[in-house]
């Protein structure tokens, strides 16, 4: 038995095929309506069920359906009405010919439930009891209807009534006591259609039941009818009962010329769903038109599986369409390419649904994933048929499909979740490495129609086939930014290339480096194209900052090939980096640098571009695109100010403040202060080392107009030790949370709240009552939208940006990110060690529909791993004359109510604050001129894997000249003998054994 993937699941949906007809309760002919899509139209004889198989044949007669002639006649089926699900896992066993002209498909459509005025839908039961009659040979057999009433009596333009009369297996109802909720089941094959006009008033339609009658004869001999619309036609078509005053008018059974009068009828209300009407003189029959399947307002049509016969016996695809369609075209759309070990064959094809997330699974293997807030969010129906006709010639129908079929074994949904999986996302590590995940899609309008299989570990992507695919990925690209990774493919195709884009358009900018093919692409830069099929694997080496900047959102592969479909190339080893920077860390990161430092175009003088380690938009309002943690800044009469572009503001320094670069604002120049040691006006100037570069006249990579900014580049700086350094405790400010999070009432799907380091009003346009740092977002098709309080407006994601909880709007329930520390959409995700809480529906603590409130001021991230923590003495007599706790720099930096900021650390769980005691330490002369200073520390596991170094100038770190370790129950002790010179001694503990995980 095929199972979804592993998770936790309840089986809601069994069709097997067992019986000897399809079966009632589960399935109807046709969908939602009467339209069908190809060249044929629906023929219930198309449709059987024959040893635990469900058969839908193609046939070249011609029917008629629904008033519409056909040339060739088929079958669909759906659960419309009978079953629907929101979320979970769907799944069918299928096989099909692959025979130009066949469209088989598996796929769903939304259903609101909203069927329009629920007192116009009705339905009708005849019943004829038959069994005292001797009817051994049924020679003819006609149902005779008379119409009693037509609601309207006339038909407007292009409005049609429908009829259908089907058979009924189910013959215990009762006139008295059945209703709409009590109704029972009938054959959904239906004996005939009446279409269009119907009739008049006082016409009579007759139906041909004399088959039905033959296989009735040696029962019980009692016969039912069931009268229904089914396809939300709206009219109404009342026919007499047998309660009617002329007996010529009630429904009649004539049986070899003989008429029988029914024995019991009734119709059935859905607004009166309780209500009996076995005494009416007339029986309703009409649906009502209801907005139910529309694919809009958060609906989407998912093809889980279709197929054109011309593709072959080893193709198959999955696709969406929403946002309506336009002359029968989707207005969106996306798909995948699937390959298929022969169609003829049977396979299981089915889709996994959660929140934001679809995927498609052939066979138990995953080949395809749709990971977008746009994903349906409706209950779905299904539908099985076999269209024919379509498209990329499949429009030209080959004889050979008569008496082709669709083969179901059977149909299966599960609701529930699946577990989580470690390749969900695509990552990136401290060192700019891809981590490819499951959260691919199409790039640009061109579609996945090959193979795409991330490896295991993520550091590889084999492609095969046709298909263009983009990974999202937020990366701010600079001058120096170079994209490196290795290359070995059999076969590249027409287009192999790969690269940075910023939108999901392929065609609008140069941001891909074509690597090889048969063609030349004109939207694909061509330095690099020169790889030679076949030759093995060759490493790149892309100076992507040379050809264009900022931040981008899509790593994008084009691997074209509409000829044979070819292309068997493998990445691995990609990587994104900055050129001339290493591996060796700095003391102090530099931060997101945004698009660079903003200053007002006409200031002169002299200043200076200065570190900040509080965000510079929590401290000064920063402009909008400023780097997070450095700002221009210049110093007059007596006072520092810091420039925020238009205009400045007065601010006092603290101690952890550096000068980094001196700037003349008259000649646009920058001076580094690298190697500079020295104090101006109470703030630190210069820094001992780091990889940092600066320029003027920069703003976004040199566009902009950047007259009055300047650029910063690099990772990092080492402070002198004089200076306090920040410890990474990662933690962010929130406040002020004004009035809440705005958000538009009639949004549907899912989405995100989302931290902005940057002020939300300076670079969004949100209310004024909209908290400072936080936006109601969500990502569809590769592009981000904030909500403005009344619609979506598009914005461009920023490395800094911190996703901190899913919202399902249509639901307005929310589920925070806590200890999820991770990356969706390529933006960063999760938190740690917060109390924040969010509601939705209020604003200003008052009901507000779509907005939120949020309460909780901080929320903390992981500390950068391998985790880094300092401490520092200057000399004896200063070390000897402090409080053992005020040795310490930075007390309480994890925020947990204790002074020993590495107390948490020294658990098996770094992030369990441990219950020993705190650090312990001691230093006492050994001779003249040198100190032993002695450690003590709690050990919380007996082997804890961590490393001990010594520094004198926090760049180059020691291990040697530690004593052995001494362990005495739970305290380990270790010594150090240094010269008391008055030279600054500092320890670091690192914690390397903590599991290793990208650096978000």
Same mark, same amino acid.
């Given at each position: 038995?095929?199972? %979804? &993937? &592993?998770?936790?699941?309840?089986?809601?949906? @069994?069709? @097997?095929?067992?019986?000897?007809?399809?079966?009632?309760?589960?399935?109807?002919?046709?969908?939602?309506?009467?339209?069908?899509?190809?060249?044929?139209?629906?023929?219930?004889?198309?449709?059987?069920?024959?040893?635990?198989?469900?058969?839908?044949?193609?046939?070249?007669?011609?029917?008629?359906?629904?008033?519409?002639?056909?040339?060739?006649?088929?079958?669909?089926?759906?659960?419309?009405?009978?079953?629907?699900?929101?979320?979970?896992?769907?799944?069918?066993?299928?096989?099909? &010919?692959?025979?130009?002209?066949?469209? %088989?498909?598996?796929?769903?459509?939304?259903?609101?439930?909203?069927?329009?005025?629920?007192?116009?839908? #009705?339905?009708?039961?005849?019943?004829?009891?038959?069994?005292?009659?001797?009817?051994?040979?049924?020679?003819?057999?006609?149902?005779?209807?008379?119409?009693?009433?037509?609601?309207?009596?006339?038909?407007?333009?292009?409005?049609?009534?429908?009829?259908?009369?089907?058979?009924?297996?189910?013959?215990? /109802?009762?006139?008295?006591?059945?209703?709409?909720?009590?109704?029972?089941?009938?054959? %959904?094959?239906?004996?005939?259609?009446?279409?269009?006009?119907?009739?008049?008033?006082?016409?009579?339609?007759?139906?041909?039941?004399?088959?039905?009658?033959?296989?009735?004869?040696?029962?019980?001999?009692?016969?039912?009818?069931?009268?229904?619309?089914?396809?939300?036609?709206?009219?109404?078509?009342?026919?007499?009962?047998?309660?009617?005053?002329?007996?010529?008018?009630?429904?009649?059974?004539?049986?070899?010329?003989?008429?029988?009068?029914?024995?019991?009828?009734?119709?059935?209300?859905?607004?009166?769903?309780?209500? #009996?009407?076995?005494?009416?003189?007339?029986?309703?029959?009409?649906?009502?038109?209801?907005?139910?399947?529309?694919?809009?307002?958060?609906?989407?049509?998912?093809?889980?599986?279709?197929?054109?016969?011309? /593709?072959?016996?080893?193709?198959?695809?999955?696709?969406?369409?929403?946002?309506?369609?336009?002359?029968?075209?989707?207005?969106?759309?996306?798909?995948?390419?699937?390959?298929?070990?022969?169609?003829?064959?049977?396979?299981?094809?089915?889709?996994?649904?959660?929140?934001?997330?679809?995927?498609?699974?052939?066979?138990?293997?995953?080949?395809?994933?749709?990971?977008?807030?746009?994903?349906?969010?409706?209950?779905?129906?299904?539908?099985?048929?076999?269209?024919?006709?379509?498209?990329?010639?499949?429009?030209?129908?080959?004889?050979?499909?008569?008496?082709?079929?669709?083969?179901?074994?059977?149909?299966?949904?599960?609701?529930?979740?699946?577990?989580?999986?470690?390749?969900?996302?695509?990552?990136?590590?401290?060192?700019?490495?891809?981590?490819?995940?499951?959260?691919?899609?199409?790039?640009?309008?061109?579609?996945?129609?090959?193979?795409?299989?991330?490896?295991?570990?993520?550091?590889?992507?084999?492609?095969?086939?046709?298909?263009?695919?983009?990974? &999202?990925?937020?990366?701010?690209?600079?001058?120096?930014?170079?994209?490196?990774?290795?290359?070995?493919?059999?076969?590249?195709?027409?287009?192999?290339?790969?690269?940075?884009?910023?939108?999901?358009?392929?065609?609008?900018?140069?941001?891909?480096?074509?690597?090889?093919?048969?063609?030349?692409? =004109?939207?694909?830069?061509?330095?690099?194209?020169?790889?030679?099929?076949?030759?093995?694997?060759?490493?790149?080496?892309?100076?992507?900052?040379?050809?264009?900047?900022?931040?981008?959102?899509?790593?994008?592969?084009?691997?074209? *090939?509409?000829?044979?479909?070819?292309?068997?190339?493998?990445?691995?080893?990609?990587?994104?980096?900055?050129?001339?920077?290493?591996?060796?860390s700095h003391a102090v990161s530099i931060g997101a640098l945004g698009s660079g430092v903003a200053g007002t175009d006409w200031r002169g003088g002299t200043g200076f571009l200065m570190y900040s380690a509080e965000d510079v938009y929590q401290r000064f309002d920063a402009y909008s695109g400023n780097a997070n943690n450095v700002i221009a800044v210049y110093f007059s009469n007596g006072q520092w100010y810091a420039d925020r572009n238009y205009g400045q503001v007065a601010f006092a320094p603290t101690v952890t403040d550096v000068l980094l670069a001196r700037i003349d604002f008259s000649n646009d120049t920058t001076t580094s202060l690298q190697g500079q040691r020295d104090s101006f006006e109470g703030i630190h100037y210069g820094y001992a080392s780091g990889d940092l570069a600066y320029a003027a006249n920069v703003w976004n990579g040199g566009g902009e107009n950047p007259t009055g900014e300047f650029s910063v580049s690099g990772t990092g700086f080492s402070p002198h030790v004089e200076?306090?350094?920040?410890?990474?405790?990662?933690?962010?400010?929130?406040?002020?949370?004004?009035?809440?999070?705005?958000?538009?009432?009639?949004?549907?799907?899912?989405?995100?709240?989302?931290?902005?380091?940057?002020?939300?009003?300076?670079?969004?346009?949100?209310?004024?009552?909209?908290?400072?740092?936080?936006?109601?977002?969500?990502?569809?098709?590769?592009?981000?939208?904030?909500?403005? =309080?009344?619609?979506?407006?598009?914005?461009?994601?920023?490395?800094?940006?911190?996703?901190?909880?899913?919202?399902?709007?249509?639901?307005?329930?929310?589920?925070?990110?806590?200890?999820?520390?991770?990356?969706?959409?390529?933006?960063?995700?999760?938190?740690?060690?917060?109390?924040?809480?969010?509601?939705? #529906?209020?604003?200003?603590?008052?009901?507000?529909? =779509?907005?939120?409130?949020?309460?909780?001021?901080?929320?903390?991230?992981?500390?950068?791993?391998?985790?880094?923590?300092?401490?520092?003495?200057?000399?004896?007599?200063?070390?000897?004359?402090?409080?053992?706790?005020?040795?310490?720099?930075?007390?309480?930096?994890?925020?947990?109510?204790?002074?020993?900021?590495?107390?948490?650390?020294?658990?098996?769980?770094?992030?369990?604050?441990?219950?020993?005691?705190?650090?312990?330490?001691?230093?006492?002369?050994?001779?003249?001129?040198?100190?032993?200073?002695?450690?003590?520390?709690?050990?919380?596991? *007996?082997?804890?894997?961590?490393?001990?170094?010594?520094?004198?100038?926090?760049?180059?770190?020691?291990?040697?000249?530690?004593?052995?370790?001494?362990?005495?129950?739970?305290?380990?002790?270790?010594?150090?003998?240094?010269?008391?010179?008055?030279?600054?001694?500092?320890?670091?503990?690192?914690?390397?054994?903590?599991?290793?995980?990208?650096?978000?």
């Amino acid at each position: 038995m095929a199972a %979804p &993937p &592993p998770g936790d699941w309840l089986l809601t949906f @069994e069709d @097997e095929f067992e019986g000897e007809s399809l079966d009632g309760s589960k399935w109807k002919l046709a969908s939602h309506w009467s339209g069908i899509n190809g060249q044929g139209g629906i023929d219930p004889d198309r449709i059987s069920v024959v040893d635990g198989v469900l058969s839908i044949t193609a046939s070249t007669d011609a029917t008629t359906w629904s008033s519409v002639a056909y040339a060739y006649s088929t079958g669909e089926i759906s659960s419309f009405r009978r079953f629907k699900q929101r979320y979970g896992y769907f799944e069918a066993r299928m096989r099909w &010919p692959s025979i130009r002209g066949l469209w %088989p498909a598996f796929w769903t459509m939304p259903d609101r439930g909203n069927y329009g005025n629920p007192f116009r839908h #009705n339905r009708g039961f005849v019943k004829f009891d038959l069994s005292s009659e001797s009817l051994a040979t049924i020679n003819s057999a006609t149902l005779r209807l008379s119409i009693a009433n037509l609601d309207p009596a006339t038909l407007g333009t292009g409005d049609v009534r429908n009829v259908l009369v089907f058979r009924m297996a189910d013959d215990s /109802w009762s006139e008295t006591s059945v209703t709409w909720n009590t109704q029972p089941s009938w054959d %959904p094959l239906f004996l005939d259609q009446f279409h269009g006009v119907v009739g008049q008033l006082g016409d009579t339609i007759e139906v041909d039941v004399t088959d039905y009658i033959e296989s009735e004869a040696g029962g019980d001999g009692v016969v039912s009818f069931a009268l229904a619309d089914t396809l939300m036609t709206t009219f109404t078509v009342a026919f007499h009962s047998r309660e009617s005053e002329s007996i010529a008018l009630r429904p009649q059974l004539i049986i070899n010329g003989t008429a029988y009068e029914a024995t019991e009828d009734s119709y059935v209300n859905l607004g009166r769903a309780d209500q #009996n009407y076995g005494s009416e003189a007339v029986l309703n029959v009409g649906d009502f038109w209801g907005n139910t399947a529309m694919t809009t307002n958060g609906g989407m049509e998912i093809d889980i599986v279709e197929a054109l016969g011309v /593709w072959g016996s080893q193709r198959a695809s999955h696709a969406l369409h929403w946002e309506g369609y336009n002359n029968g075209n989707s207005v969106k759309q996306t798909g995948w390419g699937v390959s298929v070990n022969d169609t003829s064959k049977f396979h299981t094809y089915g889709v996994y649904w959660e929140p934001g997330l679809l995927e498609f699974y052939t066979d138990g293997i995953l080949t395809g994933v749709f990971r977008d807030s746009r994903v349906k969010d409706i209950a779905a129906y299904m539908l099985l048929s076999l269209q024919i006709g379509g498209w990329a010639g499949n429009d030209q129908i080959s004889p050979a499909i008569d008496g082709a079929a669709l083969e179901v074994d059977w149909v299966r949904v599960w609701a529930g979740t699946r577990d989580a999986r470690e390749r969900d996302f695509t990552m990136q590590k401290d060192d700019g490495s891809v981590l490819f995940g499951n959260d691919y899609a199409s790039y640009g309008s061109q579609g996945i129609e090959g193979h795409v299989l991330p490896s295991a570990d993520g550091f590889s992507v084999d492609i095969k086939g046709n298909s263009w695919i983009r990974f &999202p990925i937020i990366q701010q690209i600079g001058p120096k930014t170079v994209l490196e990774f290795e290359l070995d493919a059999t076969d590249l195709g027409e287009i192999f290339a790969i690269g940075l884009d910023q939108n999901n358009q392929e065609s609008d900018d140069l941001r891909t480096f074509q690597l090889g093919g048969t063609q030349a692409w =004109g939207n694909s830069i061509q330095a690099f194209n020169s790889y030679v099929k076949g030759s093995g694997p060759k490493t790149y080496s892309i100076p992507i900052g040379d050809y264009y900047t900022g931040t981008m959102t899509t790593l994008a592969i084009v691997a074209d *090939d509409d000829g044979d479909a070819s292309i068997d190339a493998t990445f691995h080893n990609v990587r994104i980096r900055e050129a001339g920077v290493t591996s060796a860390s700095h003391a102090v990161s530099i931060g997101a640098l945004g698009s660079g430092v903003a200053g007002t175009d006409w200031r002169g003088g002299t200043g200076f571009l200065m570190y900040s380690a509080e965000d510079v938009y929590q401290r000064f309002d920063a402009y909008s695109g400023n780097a997070n943690n450095v700002i221009a800044v210049y110093f007059s009469n007596g006072q520092w100010y810091a420039d925020r572009n238009y205009g400045q503001v007065a601010f006092a320094p603290t101690v952890t403040d550096v000068l980094l670069a001196r700037i003349d604002f008259s000649n646009d120049t920058t001076t580094s202060l690298q190697g500079q040691r020295d104090s101006f006006e109470g703030i630190h100037y210069g820094y001992a080392s780091g990889d940092l570069a600066y320029a003027a006249n920069v703003w976004n990579g040199g566009g902009e107009n950047p007259t009055g900014e300047f650029s910063v580049s690099g990772t990092g700086f080492s402070p002198h030790v004089e200076v306090p350094l920040p410890l990474p405790s990662g933690e962010y400010g929130l406040t002020p949370l004004n009035e809440g999070i705005a958000g538009t009432a009639s949004r549907t799907n899912t989405g995100y709240l989302m931290y902005s380091g940057e002020n939300a009003h300076a670079r969004f346009n949100v209310p004024t009552g909209n908290a400072q740092h936080l936006v109601a977002v969500y990502c569809t098709e590769g592009q981000w939208y904030y909500d403005s =309080g009344s619609n979506g407006v598009a914005f461009s994601p920023r490395p800094t940006d911190i996703l901190l909880a899913a919202v399902h709007f249509r639901d307005d329930t929310i589920i925070t990110f806590t200890d999820e520390i991770g990356k969706e959409h390529g933006m960063q995700k999760g938190y740690i060690d917060a109390s924040l809480s969010f509601t939705a #529906n209020q604003w200003d603590g008052q009901f507000q529909e =779509g907005s939120f409130t949020v309460t909780g001021e901080t929320f903390r991230r992981r500390h950068p791993l391998p985790l880094e923590l300092y401490n520092a003495w200057r000399i004896a007599r200063d070390w000897q004359g402090t409080a053992s706790l005020d040795r310490i720099l930075w007390k309480d930096a994890d925020k947990d109510g204790k002074s020993n900021f590495v107390e948490f650390a020294l658990g098996s769980n770094p992030l369990q604050v441990s219950q020993e005691a705190a650090l312990s330490w001691s230093a006492k002369p050994t001779s003249v001129d040198s100190l032993m200073y002695k450690l003590q520390y709690p050990k919380a596991v *007996d082997e804890l894997d961590y490393r001990l170094q010594y520094s004198e100038d926090l760049i180059v770190w020691l291990e040697s000249g530690f004593s052995p370790e001494v362990v005495e129950g739970q305290i380990a002790e270790r010594q150090l003998v240094m010269s008391d010179d008055g030279t600054p001694v500092f320890f670091r503990l690192m914690f390397p054994g903590i599991p290793d995980e990208p650096r978000l």
